[in-house]
């Protein structure tokens, strides 16, 4: 398995608002693409202004295909289009991981 770890950080004051913008207009299109996410959680402590979410994927190939079909859905691309005019993102870190060999999940 292949688990996407991808965590963003807001511009302070905008967390709400911007999950509000992607559970309106990106989630559903996001999921219908990439399955539902293992996770998605926001920060109680630390940086307060991040959050995460989890994607699974069989392998690199299958993480390329459904996101190659994502990119290419007019849903997604307004729902880009949306979050990049608010404004409200400042980074973006991506993590590709694998399971060590005695877990299993």
Known sequence: M???VRTYTC?????????ALYAEH???V????LGKPLAYLQTETGNVNSYLHIWVYQDAAD?????????????WATYL?????AGFLISQQNTLMT??????P
């Open 30 to 33: 996001q999921s219908r693409h």
């Open 99 to 104: 399971e060590v060999p005695f877990f299993q």
């Open 63 to 75: 993480r390329d295909a459904r996101r190659k079909a994502l990119q290419k859905d007019p849903e």
């Open 11 to 19: 511009r302070a004051g905008t967390i709400k608002k911007h999950l």
């Open 26 to 28: 990106g989630y559903a």
């Open 81 to 85: 289009s949306k979050s990049a005019d």
């Open 2 to 4: 292949l688990y996407d």
